[in-house]
């Protein structure tokens, strides 16, 4: 079986773990901490990184930062992970979502400004697929308004918009190193700071709502609470590994792209026969290959091409149950206009594996896709039930 995903290591990881351990440094904030902060400061050109446990952690902190008040609202599109939405909601929120566009999967940009209401505190665009939003309408629309932007970079490391890192342009940015991603730590992810009022606060909700990095810089002689928080920063050991994997992240993310393009060469003909279309990267993004991706004509192709891969041995997987269709999503959330691209893209999408090791295998597989939605599409058959189909975040 060729998985969906498999976990790429460098090679590097336990020597640096080792590193730590000799080190003597276990908890949070040693020098391997400290070696990713700068790295993503520099990369990304933040004022200030801190890493967290996951993606999920760092939206929960972006949550924190903004003093939402009970029916407050956030900005969000539908079509993405539970988190995105969950951050927002543990702290009395209430997310609103938005339509995506049909070319990119990102929330629509033309449709944000109908949303904001009196009660609008920010506005969350996804990267989905490490493309980036419309970052100069969202920005315009947010310093217009008065909202803060946090974006949900989880699958952005190493793309851009328009020349700028994803992450680096609103005021507040989250990464993920979930070994899904594209540069991992098993669980991982970054909270990135582009808007310094925000820093002080962010260490201490990091640290257990503590003033321990004021402390230990001796700007304050009094270790004690101050704030909410709660333990968001990793141990040293998963930042040593983490620090392998970004010494690669260019050739990590070169390989990827390679494999895309392959996989985006062999499906020209199919979408110029109508057949389905491919993942679309507009001009003024650069990608980072986290996926590769077809929409089919219907749910019954997209279904049965899912079906037919297992049965060949090859897994593909589609992804998000758009949260306003969710049990949570309908309890704590609302829709701002309809949700048509969402529920439609949603149901034809298909993603394909992708993972650094898989190079020779990518013609062979996009062979396999090709035959079957040849022969396949566009022909009657009964419709495959979903149960038993491979979802994976
Ligand atoms: C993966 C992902 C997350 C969650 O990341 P974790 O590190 O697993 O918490 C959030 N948002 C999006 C868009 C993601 O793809």
Redesign the pocket.
Known sequence: MIPFNKPYMTGKELWNIAQAHVNGHLAGDGPFTNKCHDWLEQTIGSDKALLT???????EIAANLLDLEPNDEVIMPSY?????ANAFVSQGATPVFVDIRPDTLNIDETKIERAITEKTRAIVP???SGVGCDMDTIMSIANRHGLIVIE?A??GVMASYKDKPLGGIGQLG?L???E??NIIAG???ALLINDPTFIERAKIIREKGTNRDAYFRGVVDKYTWVDTGSSYLPGEIIAAFLYAQIQEAEEITSRRIGMWNTYHHEFASLESRGLCRRHFIPDYCKHNAHMYYLLLNSIEDRDRLICTLKEMGIQAVFHYIPLHSSPAGKKFARTSGNMSFTDDLSQRLVRLPLWVGLEDKIVDIADTVKNIIKETTNTKHSTPTMHGLPHT?
């Open positions: 446990h996951s993606c999920t952690a760092a939206l993405t992970f539970v988190s995105t996804v990267h989905y949900d989880a699958q989250t993920s190193f979930h899904t991603k669980e991982g992810g975040t």
